[in-house]
Every structure is written in C-alpha cells, then in structure tokens.
C-alpha cells in the first residue's frame, strides 16, 4: 500500500504545482473585470449638419496605470465596425434599415486585430456609416458590444497562441457595454 502512495501524492502535487503556474502566468496578462470597466469610452459626431455621410468618432481613455491591449473584432475599435453591424441608428422609435455586411475573418487575428492603449491614454476611431442612407434630421446612435479580449500588456506583447485563445466563437469578456450619442445631419 505504501508503494502506491508516493505516486499518487508527487503526481498529486506535480498536477497542484502545475496548475497554480498556468493560473498565476495567466492572471499577470488578463485583466481584472474591474479595470475593464474602468474605460473610459464615449461617442461623438464628427460630421457636421447638413453633412453626409454620418461620421462619428470613439474614444476609448485608459485611466489604469498598465498599457492595455483591447482585441477590437466586434467591437467599436474595429476598423469594419460601420459595416459589420456593431452601430444601430434609430430616427424616433424606428431603426434605419442599413447595408449590413457578413465577414469571415481569418483566425487566428493579426496584430491588426489589437489596439494598444497606454497608461493614462486614449485610442481613438472615425466612423463612416455609409451603410445607412441618412436624410436631415435628428438620429440616436447606439452601439452594444463585449470586448472579446483586453490584455495588461503591450501589443508587441500579445502572442500567437493568446489571440488563439481568445477568437474562439463566442468570445467575449466580461459585461456588455452600450453607448448611445445624438446626432443630427
């Protein structure tokens, strides 16, 4: 019986050991979900009125003191965000009807697919919506996503495998966000 324990307690404590290194390597790149939601993010109209097509910008503040790496597919950092879907415009209680795009992306990303963020800057994206025929009046904007994964590390950081991780259908992290801007063309 006693040939049987020494087995089973170094696999036993190798499994342990092995287990706490891949959690603690891990935690040192993700981000906790309260820093996540510590971004600043907002909307404006860069556009002015009477001028099409609607152009709006995004602003994303990173007030932590850690650059942070933000995978932006789905997301309004993403470069195809005005056609993809990810910004819904409203007149009144009705959505406008716009010219929507399906993509297939190749995975895993590119460093394309990431956006650095430096302690205590911003990042920063202009928006078309040409999908969205526009005539003069007033319109809301919204925009509802989950960042599919935001590193605390730089970009250059950021490997292969970890952007393997993290474009797996499905994947996003941590709680919806939402931003709404009025406009007027």
Known sequence: MAKLRLPFFIITSTFLFLAFFYHSSLSTADMTASMKTSLDI??????????????????????????????????????????TGVFRIFEGDNEVEGAVIRINRILPAGQDALTEI??????????????????????????????????????????????????????????????????EI
């Open 118 to 183: 430096p302690a205590g800057g911003e990042a920063e994206v202009e928006h078309m919506l040409r999908p969205f025929n526009l005539g003069k009046g007033k319109y809301r904007v919204e925009s509802k996503w989950n960042w599919m994964k935001v590193w605390e590390s730089a970009k250059k950081d950021v490997t292969d495998e970890m952007m393997e991780g993290a474009s797996g259908f499905g994947g996003s992290e941590g709680e919806q966000l939402e931003r709404v801007v009025e406009v």
């Open 42 to 83: 907002s909307f404006s109209q860069v556009s002015g009125p009477g001028e099409t097509p609607l152009k709006i910008k995004v602003v994303v503040r990173n007030p932590t003191s850690s650059t942070l790496t933000i995978f932006n597919w789905n997301s309004p950092l993403d470069s195809l965000a005005a056609n």
